[in-house]
Antibody, heavy 118, light 106 residues
Framework: ELQLVESGGGLVQPGGSLRLSCAASGFTFSNDNMHWVRQGIGKGLEWVSVIDTAGGTVYADSVKGRFTISRENDKNALYLQMNSLRGGDTAVYYC????????????WGQGTLVTVSS | EIVMTQSPATLSVSPGERATLSCRASQSVNGALAWYQQKPGQAPRLLISAASTRATGVPARFSGGGSGTEFTLTISSLQSEDFAVYYCQQYHHWPTFGQGTKVEIK
């Protein structure tokens, strides 16, 4: 069974940093692009970032220069380093597999909540 | 950025009735359109990709259609488990989502 399990969320002050992790299982992790998608409380979905199989990365404008996506294929792990956090970054962050070379997102992890507040 | 617009924001439907959800893209997405279902407290679940291809395990009552900039998701006969929020997403470029349509019990 394909599974993604996020961890690392929590409460952080504005300007602070947090590192999210995602543990993948049930598929060949190194063969797939991996994404982070976030959802503000009671709001819609916002794509955050992608890392491809070669380690190439792309970011949404809203997080560019503040967030860094990375992966460790030998550990089946995906990460999101979040710096200079703002209130607008408060959201549930989902780790998601990109199917094939397209950004069809499946499956999704259960999400981890990041709250930026003083 | 390709902007995705869904309508209506809320759709009130009785169980057993048909529901049609709409999604419009600000430019052509060449059929690179997916639909997701999200229930309260759960992560989104892929329903449809390539505008009309059902994901594994998705019931046949869900169907997708459209091309270019106009797409639809139809649920032919709503079951109790179908009341949820539905999002469209384009993947012609880096992903963008519509704002969602909530399907609620009438």
């Amino acid at each position: 069974e394909l599974q993604l399990v996020e961890s690392g969320g929590g409460l952080v002050q504005p300007g602070g940093s947090l590192r999210l992790s995602c543990a993948a299982s049930g598929f060949t992790f190194s063969n797939d692009n991996m994404h982070w998608v976030r959802q503000g409380i009671g709001k819609g979905l916002e794509w955050v970032s992608v890392i491809d199989t070669a380690g190439g990365t792309v970011y949404a404008d809203s997080v560019k220069g503040r967030f860094t996506i990375s992966r460790e294929n030998d550990k089946n792990a995906l990460y999101l380093q979040m710096n200079s956090l703002r209130g607008g970054d408060t959201a549930v962050y989902y780790c998601v597999r990109g199917v094939g070379r397209a950004s069809v997102l499946d499956p999704w992890g259960q999400g981890t909540l990041v709250t930026v507040s003083s | 950025e390709i902007v995705m617009t869904q309508s209506p924001a809320t759709l009130s439907v009785s169980p057993g009735e048909r529901a049609t959800l709409s999604c419009r893209a600000s430019q052509s997405v060449n059929g690179a359109l997916a639909w997701y279902q999200q229930k309260p407290g759960q992560a989104p679940r892929l329903l449809i990709s390539a505008a009309s291809t059902r994901a594994t395990g998705v019931p046949a009552r869900f169907s997708g259609g459209g091309s270019g900039t106009e797409f639809t998701l139809t649920i032919s006969s709503l079951q109790s488990e179908d009341f949820a929020v539905y999002y469209c997403q384009q993947y012609h470029h880096w992903p963008t989502f519509g704002q969602g349509t909530k399907v609620e019990i009438k």
